[in-house]
C-alpha cells in the first residue's frame, strides 16, 4: 500500500523546506522566558567535547574563506559550510547532531505511549493526516570553534521522521541556533535523503545515526542545506521555535522542561542572511492573546488545516476564554490591521533595538502574510530551466496517488520549481520506484512458486 497521503498536505504548507520545513520549524509558544541558567542544567544539555589540537584545526578551518563567501539567493551563500561561518560570530559553531543521544518524541493515544503510523492521537504533528514515531529532538549549548561556551547561545537539533517503515528513511534532521541576546537565528536543514546517515528502529522508528559535522566541509554540505529561496519565517514566524503538544512532549531528562525552550513576546529575532524577509507579525494594543508571547498567524494557519482549534488549546489554563481576542487577531490577519481598531504590524526585536510598527511601505512584505491577496513586494517565482522541468515532468509520472500528484503541481506552479520542493518529489518518487520493485519481484515469486505447485495463474 502506498503510503504518499501523508505527505500531500505537509507538501502545500510546509515547504519551507520539513520535514520541514521543518520542521522546518511559529504557532504559539506556551510558556516563560527561556531559562538562562545553563549551568545548572549541565547535566541535561549536551556539550561539545573537543580537544584543544582538534580546537585549533576547526578553528583555522571554519575561519578558512571567512571573508570571502561565495553568495547564493536571498542574502545566503550556496553552501552549508559557509553558512556556519556567516554565523559563527552570532552563534558560535552548529552542534554535532547524534541522533542515538537525542531525546524520541512521544506519541500517546488516549495517555499511552504508541508507536508506528496514526491517524489518531494525544499531541499529533499537526503536519498532514497522520503523525509517525520516531522523531527526536535535542538542546545544545552554543560553544565557539575552540570548545568555548556561549551562554548566550542554544542550538535544538530536529530528527523529523516522515516513514511509516523502517525499509525506507523519509524525513529531515534540522537544526535552528538562537542567541537570545541579539535575537541572531540561523537555519539549517537536511535534504530528504538522509538515509546514508540515519536508520530507523523496526518496532519503534526511532531515528538514529550521527549527522557530518563542519570538520568534512564537503559531506556536511551534502547533509545540510541553506534556506536559500525558502523563508523559514513563513511557518517559524513568531520566534525561531515552533512549539506545541507534539515538540513539547519532549522533555529534558529528569525535568518537565521541554527540549524546545519558549520564548516569551519581547524575545529578539532576526535571521543571519534572511535580511529581506517578512518578519512581521500583528499586534493589537490590549490583545490578551499577546501577553506572553508574539502570535504568528501564518503558523495557525498551518495547523488549523490539521484540523486544530486554537480555542480548543488556548490559553492552557482557560481554553476558549480569548475567542473575541483571537478573532481580533485573525480579522487584522486576513483583512489588514486597518480592519481592526488598535491593530498595527510589528517587526520584532533585534540587534539591541526595539520591536518596531511598519506600515504599507515596508518593503519585505511577502504572500504568505497577506492570505488571499497578491502584493507587488512578493518575490519572483524561481524560473525553472528546461532540464530541470523534463526531471519534474519524468518525477511526477512515477507518483501513483493522484492527490500527491497535484499537490506537487499546485506547489511548483504557485511557488517555482524550489529546491526543497525538488528534494522531496525525488526521494518520494525513489521510495515509491523501491516499492513498486519490491512487490514486483514479490509478485513474481508467487507467480513462480504457483506454477512449480500446479496453480492455475489468472
Same mark, same amino acid.
Given at each position: 500500500?502506498? =503510503?504518499?497521503h501523508v505527505y500531500a498536505i505537509p507538501?502545500?504548507?510546509?515547504?519551507? #523546506?520539513?520535514?520541514? $520545513?521543518?520542521?522546518r520549524l511559529l504557532e504559539v509558544p506556551v510558556g516563560n522566558s527561556m531559562a538562562t541558567d545553563t549551568s545548572a542544567r549541565s547535566d541535561v544539555v549536551q556539550r561539545s567535547k573537543v580537544s584543544p589540537a582538534e580546537a585549533a584545526a576547526i578553528s583555522q578551518k571554519v575561519s578558512d574563506s571567512q571573508h570571502n563567501p561565495v553568495r547564493g539567493t536571498g542574502g545566503f551563500p550556496e553552501t552549508a559550510f559557509e553558512y556556519a561561518q556567516m554565523c559563527e560570530a552570532e552563534l558560535g559553531v552548529p552542534p554535532r547532531v547524534n541522533l542515538d543521544q537525542s531525546i524520541e518524541i512521544p506519541l500517546y493515544v488516549n495517555g499511552v505511549r504508541t508507536y508506528g503510523e496514526l491517524f489518531t492521537c494525544d499531541n499529533p504533528t499537526l503536519l498532514?493526516?497522520?503523525?509517525?514515531?520516531?522523531?527526536?529532538?535535542? =538542546?545544545?549549548?552554543?560553544k565557539?570553534?575552540?570548545?568555548?561556551?556561549?551562554?548566550? #547561545?542554544?542550538?535544538? $537539533?530536529?530528527?523529523?521522521?516522515?516513514?511509516?517503515?523502517?525499509k525506507h528513511v523519509v524525513g529531515s534532521v534540522q537544526m535552528i541556533g538562537y542567541n537570545k541576546k541579539t535575537g541572531a537565528t540561523g537555519f539549517f536543514e537536511s535534504g530528504d535523503?538522509?538515509?546514508p546517515w540515519v536508520t530507523l528502529d523496526e518496532k519503534t522508528l526511532r531515528m538514529r545515526g550521527k549527522m557530518p559535522w563542519i570538520d568534512e566541509p564537503d559531506e556536511f554540505n551534502k547533509a545540510f542545506v541553506t534556506p536559500g529561496d525558502t523563508q523559514c519565517v513563513q511557518c517559524h514566524q513568531s520566534d525561531p521555535f515552533i512549539t506545541n503538544s507534539f515538540i513539547n512532549a519532549a522533555k529534558l531528562p529528569g525535568t518537565d522542561e521541554?527540549?524546545?525552550?519558549?520564548?516569551?513576546?519581547?524575545?529578539p529575532y532576526f535571521v543571519i542572511g534572511g535580511e529581506n524577509w517578512d518578519m512581521r507579525t500583528i499586534h493589537i494594543a490590549g490583545n490578551a492573546c499577546l501577553e506572553c508571547h508574539r502570535v504568528g498567524m501564518a503558523t495557525i494557519d498551518l495547523f488549523t488545516r490539521s484540523a486544530w482549534d486554537p480555542n480548543g488549546h488556548m490559553p492552557p489554563h482557560d481554553p476558549g476564554s480569548l475567542v473575541e481576542d483571537y478573532l481580533a487577531l485573525s480579522v487584522a490577519w486576513q483583512r489588514g490591521p486597518e480592519a481592526v481598531e488598535g491593530a498595527e504590524w510589528i517587526i520584532p526585536p533585534a540587534r539591541g533595538q526595539s520591536r518596531q510598527v511598519v506600515g504599507e511601505d515596508y518593503p519585505y512584505q511577502a504572500a504568505f502574510n497577506r492570505p488571499g491577496q497578491q502584493t507587488r513586494r512578493t518575490g519572483p517565482q524561481m524560473v525553472a530551466s528546461k532540464a530541470r522541468q523534463e526531471e519534474v515532468a519524468r518525477l511526477l509520472k512515477r507518483i501513483p496517488d493522484l492527490g500527491t500528484r497535484r499537490a506537487f503541481e499546485k506547489w511548483f506552479q504557485e511557488n517555482g520549481v524550489t529546491e526543497e520542493a525538488l528534494e522531496k518529489l525525488r526521494s518520494l518518487s525513489e521510495s515509491d520506484a523501491k516499492d513498486d520493485a519490491s512487490s514486483g519481484q514479490e509478485a513474481?515469486?508467487?507467480?513462480?512458486?504457483?506454477?512449480?505447485?500446479?496453480?492455475?495463474?489468472?
Open positions: 500500500m502506498k =503510503r504518499l507538501l502545500l504548507v510546509v515547504l519551507v #523546506v520539513s520535514l520541514a $520545513a521543518t520542521m498532514g493526516k497522520s503523525s509517525v514515531s520516531g522523531s527526536t529532538l535535542q =538542546r545544545y549549548e552554543g565557539t570553534a575552540a570548545g568555548q561556551p556561549l551562554p548566550d #547561545v542554544v542550538w535544538v $537539533a530536529f530528527g523529523r521522521n516522515s516513514s511509516s517503515s523502517h535523503r538522509i538515509g521541554s527540549v524546545v525552550p519558549a520564548l516569551d513576546a519581547d524575545s513474481a515469486e508467487s507467480h513462480s512458486k504457483k506454477e512449480r505447485t500446479g496453480q492455475e495463474v489468472k
